[in-house]
């Protein structure tokens, strides 16, 4: 995915962006924060008046930043007819800025750098000072109410679809067909590269993968799952997200793979992570894990302990309303889902069976051990309590990937049966 700059995109449905958590007046992220909040008045007072606002204007390239969202699409189906579905339809989202509103990130990095220990190191280390700048930005641009764009699709007949405005948050999030199954001959895993019209050279464009009703599809967790993120310590949070080159968990990236090639699954990656660290965690998945849509947290803060919250609060209503959603595309394929012991992906994962028989056919739990205080957290009780109304033969727990092989050897022999 490319954006007008900076390169990045952000999750859907997003529907407060800006909510205040624990702000203190003399934090110097909760000052940047305030000061950058007034986007123009007029425009947000127009942005109240939805699709029909008669204030709206175009984005531009010269006065506007726009990520597009990567995502997935899919063929509504109606379970109470044999009719076959016959068109692709896709949520797409953008999330518009205005370009000249990015705050100086110094304040916030020298903030976080002491939350961390990093002070007296990011001094010296202009790659961690680096990493922090470019990480942290996303949490300081302002928003950009009142404008549309118009997405361009390259089908066999070039479709243009006029998308906004955006609402009071910037944000614009629409369903649209993007193509006729018969006409336009897009099959089950083609992608295509939609971008939007008439901004330059510098190309803003996402990348939608189709998929069609049946087959699999994979939900998996991303913190502390497939990426060390140490979500239980508050310091570990901010060290791995901000400071550190993000790692892969040994063996996570392999046991994908394998997954993939097994299965031939669509891919969603659900996180509980900010929408703010998309472009950070699209380039970590990118470069280890199989290609997917990232879902990532509704949730912006302005302090360091509303990042924290981002990453703790309510995962588990979270998770499931997300869960849902993607029901909703996909009520007909088989769901994997990969989790992990530090959060609530068990328990999210058995209510989710529970409300939609049939559709989760087998649960994936990493163990973790290399978190301090996990012992409780890791009980068999635990877990045999999280999946008393789940088979047996449907969910396993286990330290090491290299235990999930032959978890996943059965589902490609079930796949090998139908």
């Not at 950070?280 to 280890?288: K, T």
Request: aromatic share 10%; proline share 7%.
């Amino acid at each position: 995915m490319t954006s007008h700059k900076p390169h990045g995109t952000v999750p859907s449905p997003i529907k407060e962006i800006h909510k205040e958590a624990g702000v203190h007046s003399k934090s110097p992220i909760s000052a940047i924060s305030t000061e950058r909040r007034g986007s123009s008045f007029s425009r947000f007072i127009a942005s109240l008046f939805g699709s029909k606002n008669p204030l709206a204007q175009p984005a531009s390239p010269r006065n506007n930043t726009v990520w597009l969202l990567d995502n997935t699409a899919y063929q509504p189906v109606n379970d109470s007819t044999d009719e076959k579905p016959t068109h692709w339809h896709a949520e797409v989202v953008a999330c518009i800025f205005e370009s000249e509103s990015r705050e100086d990130v110094g304040k916030l990095v020298a903030s976080i750098a002491d939350h961390i220990g990093l002070d007296g190191e990011v001094g010296a280390d202009a790659e961690a000072r680096h990493r922090i700048e470019q990480r942290v930005q996303p949490f300081l641009n302002q928003i950009s109410p009142s404008r549309t764009v118009t997405l361009q699709v390259p089908v066999s007949r070039t479709q243009s679809h006029g998308l906004g405005p955006s609402d009071r948050h910037g944000i614009i999030s629409q369903t649209i067909d993007m193509g006729d199954v018969s006409v336009d001959g897009i099959r089950d895993g083609t992608v295509l590269r939609p971008r939007l019209r008439d901004f330059g050279d510098e190309a803003v464009v996402m990348s939608t993968r189709f998929a069609a009703p049946e087959g699999w599809l994979v939900i998996s967790d991303i913190d502390d799952t497939i990426k060390h993120t140490m979500t239980l310590e508050p310091t570990g949070v901010m060290r791995t997200t901000f400071a550190d080159v993000p790692r892969p968990v040994a063996g996570m990236p392999e046991l994908y793979k394998y997954v993939d090639r097994e299965l031939n699954p669509t891919w969603f990656y659900l996180s509980a992570s900010p929408y703010n660290l998309y472009p950070f965690l699209h380039d970590f998945v990118d470069e280890h894990y199989c290609p997917g849509t990232l879902v990532l947290r509704d949730y912006s803060w302005m302090d360091i302990t509303g990042l924290i919250k981002s990453f703790t609060e309510k995962t588990q209503e979270y998770k499931t309303e997300r869960m849902e959603r993607i029901h909703r595309w996909f009520p007909r394929r088989k769901v994997l889902c990969i989790g992990d012991s530090t959060q609530k992906d068990p328990e999210a994962y058995a209510e989710i069976y529970a409300r939609y028989p049939g559709w989760i056919h087998a649960i994936v739990i990493r163990k973790v051990t290399d978190v301090a205080h996990m012992e409780e957290k890791n009980l068999p009780e635990r877990f045999e309590e999280a999946f008393k109304d789940v088979p047996s033969h449907l969910w396993t727990v286990a330290e090491d990937p290299k235990e999930f092989y032959d978890f996943v050897d059965g589902l490609g022999m079930e796949e090998q049966a139908l």
